[in-house]
């Protein structure tokens, strides 16, 4: 098996967000060459020097597949992986032919997609494996919530903090159900907030990194620190099991201080977060064995121990101030 030291023709996906253009970065300077997409012409990685950059059109949009077909073609490219997860559903009906044109993908199957994208399903499959989770309801299942539990109205699909509300009155969960688009209400949990890194092989084992949420802003962590907790671990290798996670993984949950369950799990994101760079800069080789995975090598879980209390900031910089056409559609 080929190692992650020969440079390879990767396509990464979704170059306009923090995982996606990280993680172009770091490919880069592992020698390899980067095709980095997005659906957003002004997207900040398709500006970024190194990378190979194109426009494809939205995962939701019938031509995505021909885009992305005829780009692996024209660049030949060899692997490719996502760090967008509604691109997941299309990627995995063109799995068998991007192998015919000598793509190698890392793709879930599509029972760990529907828990990533979904909320609702993801709350179904954790329950049945008895693993703690936030109370969760559909606007029409209101009326079972009980009296004076704290709520949390969201989007029942996507990820994020957009179109977020607290609320603390089932009154007030029904109006702010109008507000948002296909809504589910959770209880709301208290605690310190925390994600894992996470790599799955193809074999099913998982690699896992605790980092705190120290500082989070639109859904990001802007400030991190990394942490050990042989109980978190547990319950995020539980709910990797439970839904069926194959490669990298991102989930999230929070360390209460109240209740009969201590560590109590909230959601999972079939790909790349956005604060990775924690992770590696912990110690843990995670980009590298990504791409061993990838390629069909063998994950070194060994090379993905980590240091705790590692810290991360992230910060917002200039990338261009040059002038060029904005387009009418993004």
Do not use: W
Request: glycine letters at 8%.
């Amino acid at each position: 098996m080929q190692e992650s030291t020969t440079p390879r023709r990767i396509l990464v996906t979704g170059v306009g967000g923090a995982p996606g253009l990280d993680l172009a970065m770091e490919l880069l300077k592992l020698g390899h060459e980067v095709i980095g997409t997005d659906s957003n012409p002004l997207a900040p990685g398709l500006l970024t020097p190194g990378i190979t950059a194109r426009t494809v059109a939205r995962a939701d949009s019938p031509n995505y597949a021909r885009d992305l077909r005829q780009l692996c073609a024209d660049l030949r490219v060899e692997g490719l992986v996502s760090t967008v997860e509604h691109e997941l559903p299309p990627l995995i009906a063109m799995q068998e032919e991007l192998t015919g044109l000598g793509v190698s993908t890392l793709l879930p199957p599509p029972a760990a997609v529907k828990a990533s994208i979904d909320k609702a399903v993801f709350d179904q499959v954790v329950r049945k494996h008895r693993i703690p989770t936030p109370a969760t309801y559909l606007p029409h299942e209101i009326d079972h919530v009980p009296d004076g539990c704290r709520l949390v109205v969201k989007p029942r699909r996507g990820q994020g903090s957009i179109d977020l509300y607290f609320c603390s009155t089932t009154a007030q969960a029904r109006i702010l159900c109008e507000l948002v688009t296909d809504p589910i209400v959770q209880e709301r949990v208290e605690g310190q907030e925390f994600s894992a890194d996470c790599l799955v092989d193809r074999k099913g084992r998982a690699s896992v990194v605790l980092r705190k949420r120290l500082m989070v802003h639109g859904g990001l962590s802007l400030v991190a620190a990394t942490f050990h907790d042989d109980e978190a671990t547990a319950r995020v290798k539980d709910v990797l099991a439970a839904v069926g996670a194959v490669g990298p993984a991102d989930v999230q949950g929070f360390i209460t201080q109240d209740g009969s369950d201590r560590i109590v799990m909230t959601e999972i994101n079939l790909r790349f977060a956005a604060g990775f760079l924690l992770s590696e800069a912990a110690g843990a080789d995670m980009v590298r064995q990504s791409v061993n995975a990838l390629f069909h090598g063998d994950v070194d879980h060994d090379s993905l121990e980590y240091e705790p209390d590692v810290y991360l900031t992230k910060y917002v910089a200039v990338l261009s101030t040059e002038a060029r056409p904005v387009p009418e559609r993004c």
